[in-house]
């Protein structure tokens, strides 16, 4: 679920111009996409210092003060690990994107992007053969498909609009008979074909 999650980065000149005031300094990693990147103010925690006491040499004599590092905040993502990994089966050889959800509470369930990358990879630097090879892939990994996309809608929403055009109209449906005229009915066959 790289499409979700994301992955973290080493933090460029441009975000350490705009976070600098924020705490954030040269060398943090960042989150680039996905959750890590839209909740990057939670997850980040705080950081911790210390300074210390050192001979000439550059050996650390003794602590002259520490501030721990505080965690930041864990994310409970409502996913279904089994629904998802079904996802990854069915889309193994396939370009597009499965959401699904739950139609009671609105919790996405499913959130994949064919085809994916690894962002392990990502999150402890690639080289920049590596990085020019996943952004120049024709296949085009990185595109989050279930966002970026525009793909017309499936069978299943063909049966949600004719389910809504039936509700609509369930009240017109009635006979009616004119004088000298054969009585009719509205034929829902032929309006929704």
Do not use: C
Not at 77 to 97: F, I, P
Not at 103 to 128: C, I, Q, R
Not at 132 to 147: E, S
């Amino acid at each position: 679920a790289a499409n979700v999650t994301g992955f973290v980065g080493e933090i460029s000149e441009q975000e350490l111009r705009t976070l600098s005031d924020s705490g954030y300094i040269g060398g943090d990693l960042i989150g680039k996409g996905g959750v890590e990147r839209q909740h990057e103010a939670m997850l980040r925690g705080t950081p911790g210092e210390e300074y210390v006491e050192v001979d000439a040499r550059g050996r650390k004599v003794k602590n002259l003060s520490v501030k721990q590092p505080g965690r930041g905040v864990d994310l409970l993502l409502s996913l279904d690990l089994g629904a998802q990994r079904l996802a990854v089966d069915l889309m193994k050889d396939y370009k597009g994107a499965i959401i699904v959800m739950d139609v009671k509470t609105g919790e996405v369930l499913v959130s994949y992007s064919s085809p994916s990358f690894d962002n392990n990879l990502l999150a402890w630097g690639v080289s920049s053969k590596e990085w020019d090879a996943l952004v120049r892939d024709p296949a085009n990994p990185m595109m989050d498909r279930t966002i970026s996309g525009a793909y017309p809608p499936a069978s299943t929403f063909k049966v949600l609009t004719a389910l809504a055009a039936l509700a609509a109209i369930s009240a017109a449906i009635t006979a009616f008979r004119a004088l000298g005229a054969i009585g009719r009915r509205v034929d829902i066959t032929i309006m929704l074909a």
